[in-house]
């Protein structure tokens, strides 16, 4: 369960007023001081850390904090807090924007606050094999070009990368119309992105729900490169549990050799899958209700061969208008953040 709330940006220390110093000089030089107004017996209780990975002080749950305290629904912007002072990742979809200008500003900012951001690239070409926009970039050379290009905006800083949610599965699931050439570039992506020196590089790897075969998956993966990454991802935007993706993730990279290790996304698990294939008529996967933040988002989750728990799929983001009134995919849907939040909370 989520419980702590650390609110990025806030002070550790203050200036000491001159008089609180003066005080401290004349004891430690024999003189009188003033007895302790406070109980010296109370336990003292550290600040937690800030977080590892980067929080966007500008985030779309932070941005709805700041709406919802204006509008006086305090204790609603109390609860989304639960996401606002978490860090999730920064998505990039479209060839569209120009991207080494995007990721060397996001990092940057990230740089600032002493945090490593997390990036996922979800623009391969005829990404997701038709269930949701089938968008992607229109060739492989754009797509390689694309590439190159964002990886000139890491300019040796440190980021943790998940590579192209779903790419490798439709691959082995066979609904990708050329399987050489998406793992062939897959593979270029890995090697583009490993040249930079500081990125860490995890191949998507789908989830324990959809390839059961996790040998022909492991062949696949490393025709995709994971050999020269540093592992790969799952439960990418899903909500199967952590420890059913842990027992998955062993068989994975058991089959890979034994010593692969892997990332596990926790922003919406924590009350695990919905029951049934669909929700009020819609896939079970996309919006289902009743469901909870996660594990929070660590680089130290103290279990076997998983490197980290991470909030990949933004908490709140529509996974697309699948019922009648919901967003498209992508929107924020502050409701469903909220909803999220509090049954993490409750």
């Avoid at 003292?44 to 700041?66: I, K």
């Avoid at 490197?307 to 996974?319: C, F, H, T």
């Amino acid at each position: 369960m989520v419980r702590t709330v650390y609110r990025p940006g806030r002070r550790r220390w203050a200036l000491v007023p001159a008089g609180v110093v003066l005080t401290a000089l004349l004891a430690s030089c024999g003189g009188a001081a003033p007895e302790r107004a406070a109980d010296s017996s109370a336990p003292f209780s550290p600040p937690p850390p800030p977080p590892v990975f980067y929080v966007d002080p500008d985030s779309e749950a932070a941005q709805e904090v700041d709406r919802w305290e204006r509008a006086g629904r305090a204790a609603d912007a109390e609860t989304l807090r639960l996401i606002s002072t978490r860090p999730s990742a920064k998505w990039l979809v479209s060839s569209d924007a120009p991207v080494r200008e995007e990721v060397d500003s996001y990092l940057a900012r990230a740089a600032l606050a002493g945090q490593t951001p997390v990036l996922v690239i979800h623009n391969v070409p005829d990404r997701d094999c038709g269930r949701q926009d089938s968008g992607g970039a229109e060739t492989g050379q754009e797509y390689q070009q694309w590439i190159r290009e964002l990886a000139g905006g890491i300019k040796g800083r440190p980021v943790t990368v998940v590579l192209e949610p779903g790419a490798v599965p439709d691959a082995v699931a066979r609904c990708v119309r050329d399987l050489k050439k998406r793992l062939l570039l897959l593979r270029d992506a890995v090697a583009v992105l490993k040249s930079t020196g500081t990125a860490r590089v995890y191949l998507d790897a789908g989830h324990p729900g959809w390839i059961s075969n996790t040998a022909s998956l492991a062949t696949a993966l490393r025709q995709a490169g994971v050999g020269d990454a540093d592992g790969f991802a799952l439960n990418v935007a899903n909500f199967i549990r952590t420890q059913d993706n842990v027992r998955y993730g062993h068989r994975l990279s058991d089959a890979l050799g034994g010593d692969v290790r892997f990332v596990i996304d926790t922003s919406r698990n924590g009350n695990g899958p919905a029951a049934g294939a669909t929700v009020d008529g819609a896939p079970s996967w996309c919006n289902p209700p009743g469901r909870a933040l996660g594990e929070e988002p660590t680089d130290a989750p103290g279990l076997d061969r998983v490197d980290a728990l991470l909030w990949i799929k933004y908490p709140g983001e529509s996974d697309g208008a699948c019922r009648p009134g919901e967003p498209e995919r992508g929107d924020w849907w502050p409701e469903y953040a909220l909803a999220l939040a509090r049954n993490a909370a409750g």
